[in-house]
Structures are given as C-alpha cells and as structure tokens.
C-alpha cells in the first residue's frame, strides 16, 4: 500500500482539511467527523485502492484501512493540520503500573529510537576509522583523518543535543528551546571547564563535569522544562510568553544543570571511584566483577567520569592503569550480548541494527548503538552483558592486567594491555565475558519484537482458534456493525461476553495493543492475525472501563489475560459488546470452518481457520 497516496486521496474524497473537524483512528478505521456530508464523494472515497469499504455510523464518516491504518494516519498527518492533538491518546494507560526499572527503559527506548540509525551508521564508521589508524592505513595526523574522524565521532559527542530534540518530543516541551539548553551544555567554551577549580555563578560555587555523549542530564532538564513550560504560559500574558518562556527556562534550567546535576554528579562518582578504587587494592577480584558487570551502567548515568581522576593519577604515580582492564571485558560483553542478538532475532530491522552495532561495539568500543538501541530496551541482553563482563572483569583483576596507556577500551585498543600482568588471565577473561554473554542471548534468548514490515509468514497448519472470552458465540452476521458483519475485515466469528476478561486464543506475539484498551491484534507462529475487538465503536470511550494488561510486542500464552473491561458500564453507557474475533490475513487462512454457536469458555475452540494449502488441496 503506497500510504501517502492513500492518505491524499482520502482526504481530497472527504473534502479536503476544511471540511474535517477531527479525525482519530482505531485499529481498522480512520473515523472523520465531518462539517458537510455533501463535500464527500463517497463513490470515489470507496474505489481508493488500499479502501476496503467505507460506513457512517455516531456521526461519524469510516474509512476503513484495515491494519495498515495507522501508517495511513501518520501520512495524514504530514499533509495536514488534523493529526495534533486529535488522537486520544499515545500513551498506554497500563504504564503507570509497571515498576520504575521497565518504566525507565520504556522510556530511553523512546527516546533514541529515532536516532539508532545515526548512531549506528557513525558508530561503524568509527569503528573502521579506528582500525585504519591501529594498522597504519591513514596516519592520524593528516587533514583526511581529521575530516573522518569528526564525521564519525560528531553524532555521539553532541549527543544530548539529538535528544533534548527526542526528549521533547516524548515530555510535551518546546523542542529548540530544548536544543538550546543542550547547546549550552556542550558549548565550546564550556567544555575546558570540566575539572576547574573555583568556579563561581552569581557567587554560588559549583563543579563542571563533562556533559559531552551524556544521557540522564539532558532528558532530566527537558523532564522539567516541560513543567516549567506549562506553568509559564499560564501565567505570562499572551504578548509576552511566546518569547519570555524560551528565556526563562533557558536561564534557569542551564545554571540549575551546572549548579546541581553537576556537583552532585561529581560527588556520587568520586564516592564510587574511591570506593572501588579501595575494593581493588584490598579485594582486587570483587572491583573487577564491579567494573566489569557495572561499567556500562555507570555510563548511562554519567558516574564513569568520577573513574578518570583515578586512572590519571594511578597512571601518574605508577606509569600503569589496573581499573581499566575489566572495563575491556564490560565493553566486549555488552557486544557479544547484541551479537547473540543479532544471531537470534527473526526480526529484521533489529538483526539490521544489531549487526553495525555489533561491528562498532567491538571494534571501536562504541556500545551506545547497541545498549540503548538493543540490549537495554530488550532487558535480558544487557543482563546477559553484566553477568559475562562481571565474571571476565574479576578474572582479569585476578590476573593482575593492566594498560600503559589511556585508552577507550575496545578491541583495537587490546594491545595497551598486552604483556602487561598475566596473559593467561587476560584471555581467559576476555573469553569469558565474550562467551558467557553470547550464549546466555543466544539459549536463554529475549522477546523478540515484531517487525511490521516484514511479510506475513506462509501458513502451513490450520489453526485451531479458541475463544478469548466466557459468554454466547455467535456468527459474525450477528455483530451490529455491517463492515463486521460483512466480512470486510476478515472472517471468523463474534462472543457475546458474560464477563469482562480477554484471554489470549493460542501462543503468539501481542502484534497491537491499541492504547485505548478496546481492542488487541495477536500474530501466530504459523503467520495467522487475529483481531478482537471488543464491542461495537467502543474506541469512542477512549479507554474508560478498559485496561491493557499486555503491550506490543510481547509474546503471550493460550490462556493468558490480555485485557479487562466492565461488562455492565460499557452496555450503560449505550454500546454493544458483541466481540468479533476474526482472521485479518484471509490470504493464508482463506476459509473457516467447525465454527461454534451457544454458550463457550475462554479456552474452548470457536472455529477452525484452514489454510491456504488445505483448501488448495482440498479443491
């Protein structure tokens, strides 16, 4: 379906912008609420290729897309005004009950999945870059190294510059008055200031850590810049506002960063450097388990900086630097980690990921593409990557290993720490940390996310589908709307429930988990996509008496609870329960048969779906 195509023909059918009020979207449909039904050309709406049919029903005029609507609605979008503010909501109303930690990732996923390519693609070349100077191909003094260098290196040192852009997004703030105080962050000026003695602002002195490639700093002030935006706007008169807030925050968000994050920073790693510098003169096996499973989660916080004072003055006093061997095996396991990821996943767009982060990670030492792009939103890689750089960190502490020189820990850099301690010990933990991690990825595996784009699998079996809800089945003539009714959307049959619970028909991987609860798309194994849509232009509630107990993406059980609704308030408040539950995919599951009528359990078959090949054969 060629989406923006689609997108501009319906919009000209229905009259163009001017004639929408609002226009939403629920799983199959885009739902327009239109000025004046004389200006649709309804015939021509109708005959759009990628149109299944078109309804009216609430007041309402109803494209129907199918599973391909929300592209369709993000292509609106783009060539018209209608899209902000109109969509009920983006966020899964189930969020707030997940713990803090799954939260957290929830949201560094946001945030740097639109920059992961960038990331990727700079952080590969980095990695050749780096192998072209430590084989003597480009001398590290030219003009064209300098260039290179610089396109590979820039994305990642202005990091937090691409993420005030994506925090802002995903916070509701003002994305340049975001970019603003990331520039000033990092600003040229600034930069020589990290580690100076005796700065002062207004009077208030204050430490100046490095803010260059940093994460928590910048989506914590646009976090509150978004507050400190919406209580300025409020209370500022409109002739001012629109120039006196950018002002404002900017002035008082950068100092409070300088002010505050910074000291604070500077005092929490300096404690965790000298506590850990202590445990590896005392008990030097437990600070290379520490620095080899916690490095990189140091990193993400920023408390790696309080490491670089020790390694410069160990370097100065004894000419070698012991904390930064395991930080080689902490490096090189979290790249293993996405290595297994990148030998497991049957996704496409994250085996495309995990290959040039895989290639960086373990190159150049660039792990940013795959721990915030891979390993961290998917949990138990980054897991993974701890237990194997925790094991190979303590092994090479045991052994003593230690760098001659500053170096970023990667691959190529291996050779600072060659015939320095024992070697025995050095390869033993390098292999640790590389093979625990791998095959921890590898056996124990991760759930693997759907990939939308990828074509539905050939079915080989028929599938038995049993239903989602205890209550009445039905034929899907029985459902009240005609597009269900009709078969428009795919076959199967409809559940007239008793109670407000939705069970999972068979295994499979949660393919859409529409925000406001009313509705679920699973995808079998076999390449089978289910829809249940729980009642009758329900969307219209806006999640109220629904609550999603599963999110896309996630692999669930037969049997297992994906959503609850109330029953009783969703009939009260005028709307009809009757659930279709129906194959999306008619190509591969052409026919349905043994279909179920009367009194069901959630479990219980509801209808057969025969696949392509048993109705070919059977012809």
Request: glycine share 10%; with cysteine; charged share 15%.
């Amino acid at each position: 379906m060629d989406h923006s195509r689609v997108a501009a023909d319906v919009l000209k059918g229905v009259g163009g912008e001017e004639n929408v009020k609002s226009v939403v979207h629920c799983m199959t449909r885009l739902r327009f609420a239109i000025r004046d039904d004389a200006k649709i050309d309804k015939a021509a709406v109708k005959a759009i290729p990628g149109v299944i049919t078109t309804a009216e029903a609430g007041g309402q005029y109803q494209v129907v897309i199918g599973n391909e609507v929300p592209e369709v609605y993000a292509e609106l979008g783009k060539i018209s005004g209608l899209v902000a503010g109109t969509q009920t909501t983006t966020v899964d109303p189930d969020e707030p009950k997940k713990n803090l930690f799954n939260r957290f990732i929830s949201m560094i996923a946001a945030l740097f999945t639109p920059l992961l390519w960038a990331l990727a693609g700079t952080g590969l070349l980095k990695a050749f870059l780096s192998a072209a100077a430590t084989f003597g191909w480009i001398a590290t003094d030219t003009s064209t190294y300098l260039v290179l260098n610089a396109l590979s290196d820039a994305f990642i040192n202005f990091l937090p510059m691409a993420l005030a852009i994506t925090a802002a997004r995903y916070f509701k703030a003002s994305e340049w008055t975001s970019f603003a105080i990331a520039g000033a962050l990092v600003y040229p000026t600034i930069t020589p200031l990290v580690g100076a003695e005796g700065l002062t602002f207004f009077g208030i002195p204050f430490t100046m850590v490095s803010y260059v490639s940093s994460v928590i700093p910048i989506i914590l002030i646009v976090w509150l810049q978004s507050y400190a935006e919406k209580f300025l706007y409020a209370k500022l008169h409109s002739s001012v506002r629109r120039f006196l807030t950018p002002m404002i925050v900017v002035l008082i968000a950068v100092p409070l960063v300088f002010v505050v994050v910074g000291p604070i920073s500077a005092l929490l790693s300096g404690w965790l450097g000298e506590g850990i510098g202590w445990i590896f003169a005392n008990v030097p096996w437990l600070g290379g388990a520490i620095m080899g499973g916690l490095w990189q989660v140091f990193v993400i916080f920023g408390l790696h900086w309080g490491f670089v004072p020790l390694f410069t003055l160990e370097f100065q006093a004894t000419g070698q630097i012991l904390l930064i061997g395991p930080v080689f095996a902490a490096v090189l396991a979290q790249s293993a980690a996405v290595a297994g990821v990148w030998v497991r996943t049957r996704d496409k767009k994250l085996k495309s990921l995990a290959a040039p982060a895989t290639l960086s990670g373990f190159l150049a030492g660039i792990t940013e593409p795959a721990i915030y792009g891979i390993n961290l939103p998917l949990k138990r890689p980054f897991i993974f990557g701890i237990i194997g750089g925790a094991l190979g960190g303590a092994i090479i502490a045991i052994g003593g290993v230690f760098s001659t020189a500053f170096v970023v820990p990667s691959g190529l850099a291996l050779p600072a720490l060659f015939g320095n301690g024992n070697m025995v010990f050095l390869g033993l933990g390098l292999v640790a940390a590389i093979v625990v991690s791998f095959l921890l990825t590898v056996i124990l595996g991760f759930k693997d996310p759907v990939d939308e784009d990828a074509p539905a699998a050939v079915a080989n079996n028929d599938l038995e589908v049993r239903s989602p809800l205890d209550g009445t089945a039905v034929g899907l003539s029985e459902v009240s709307d005609p597009v269900f009714a009709g078969g428009v959307l795919g076959k199967g049959a409809a559940v007239l429930p008793s109670s407000g619970a939705v069970y999972a028909p068979f295994d499979g991987v949660v393919a859409a988990a529409f925000p406001t609860g009313h509705a679920i798309g699973l995808r079998h194994a076999d390449g089978a996509e289910v829809l249940i849509h729980i009642g009758v232009d329900t969307v219209k509630l806006n999640g109220q008496h629904f609550s999603m107990k599963v999110e896309s993406g996630q692999a669930v059980t037969a049997g297992q609870l994906l959503i609850e609704f109330d029953v009783d308030a969703i009939k009260a408040a005028g709307y009809d329960v009757t659930t279709p539950v129906i194959i999306t995919n008619a190509e591969l599951y052409p026919e349905i048969t043994s279909q179920v009528t009367g009194p069901i359990s959630h479990g219980e078959p509801l209808y057969l779906a025969k696949s392509v090949e048993a109705v070919a054969l059977a012809k």
